[in-house]
């Protein structure tokens, strides 16, 4: 499929890699619409757009929770009374609050799971008929790295992002042969506002668990991303390392544990003696 003239919806498009889709779906003909709470967030993602992609289409905003389903739904009928029936689905509102299991309340497990997961659910649940009526669409949901596999101090982000997975699998299946086609991207560490907040809480382990998979950026992760979606794919991992990881985790699940749990000592032990 081509981009040019379809309705791009992306939830969470307001900054980061939703911000990063909107801005090259824009430049390549789509008419886009974003989807995130905070007004100003989306008036500035808007204006950023338009401002990269002159010739685009005007770029819709509605403002949304996507943890709620009431408002998720209203902000999609907003959409689409503009830009006319969803033809691509990006689900990228997402949240990560790391941590220590134990320190972690489980309002935060709660939460992650309601934006996450109910937060992809529900506008993939709302534009999936209309599509296959049409016999055409895209749905692409932004899981993580962390949907891979579980890292330390992600208790709460990881099982959300797993939730997508088996989401993704379970609707690819059903969806296959009727012309609507889903995928499933897991980025790796990306620069964006929600990595800057996450390092903040990220546990001493946690940081040197990802230190080895590099820094990607937006324009990176969303040119990989639109390629693939537009090429059918199901699965997007970003790199060497989360391709591999994709196809050998759960043979090498057990070294990978290993591995993991002796970055994980080693950084504990020189938090430790640093102090
Ligand atoms: N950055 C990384 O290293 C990385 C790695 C792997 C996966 N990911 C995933 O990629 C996606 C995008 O992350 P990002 O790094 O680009 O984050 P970001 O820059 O913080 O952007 C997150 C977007 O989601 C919106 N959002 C958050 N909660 C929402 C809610 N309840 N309802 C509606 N919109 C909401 C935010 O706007 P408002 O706050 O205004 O609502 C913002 O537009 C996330 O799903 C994240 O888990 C990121």
Not at 155 to 163: E, G, H, L, Q, R
Not at 172 to 180: C, D, H, I, M, N
Request: charge should be positive; aromatic fraction near 6%; glycine fraction near 10%.
């Amino acid at each position: 499929m081509t981009l040019r003239d379809q309705h791009v919806l992306i939830t969470g498009g307001s900054s980061g890699i939703g911000l990063e889709l909107g801005r090259q779906a824009a430049a390549a003909g789509a008419r886009v619409s974003l989807i995130a709470r905070d007004p100003a967030k989306l008036a500035a993602a808007r204006a950023a757009i338009r401002a990269s992609a002159p010739d685009a289409a005007e770029v819709v905003t509605v403002s949304a929770d996507v943890a709620l389903e009431t408002e998720i739904l209203s902000a999609l009928q907003a959409a689409e009374k503009i830009h006319g029936p969803v033809d691509v689905l990006i689900t990228s509102a997402g949240i990560a609050r790391p941590g220590y299991f134990e320190d972690v309340p489980v309002s935060v497990f709660e939460r992650t799971m309601a934006v996450n997961f109910f937060g992809t659910l529900y506008p993939v649940k709302a534009v999936v008929p209309a599509m296959r009526q049409r016999g055409r669409g895209a749905v692409v949901l932004i899981s993580s790295g962390a949907g891979l596999v579980g890292l330390f101090g992600y208790t709460p982000y990881a099982p959300s992002k797993f939730a997508l997975r088996g989401l993704a699998e379970a609707l690819r299946a059903e969806l296959k042969s009727t012309g609507v086609n889903v995928t499933i991207v897991y980025p790796p560490d990306t620069d964006t506002p929600q990595l800057a907040e996450e390092n903040l809480t990220k546990p001493v382990e946690t940081k040197a668990l990802t230190a080895g998979g590099g820094l990607w950026t937006a324009e990176a992760v969303a040119r990989i991303t639109l390629a693939a979606v537009q090429r059918g794919r199901f699965t997007v991992t970003p790199g060497f390392q989360l391709t591999a990881l994709a196809w050998l985790q759960s043979v090498f699940a057990p070294v990978l544990h290993w591995n993991f749990d002796r970055i994980a000592r080693k950084a504990r032990r020189n938090a430790a003696g640093g102090q």
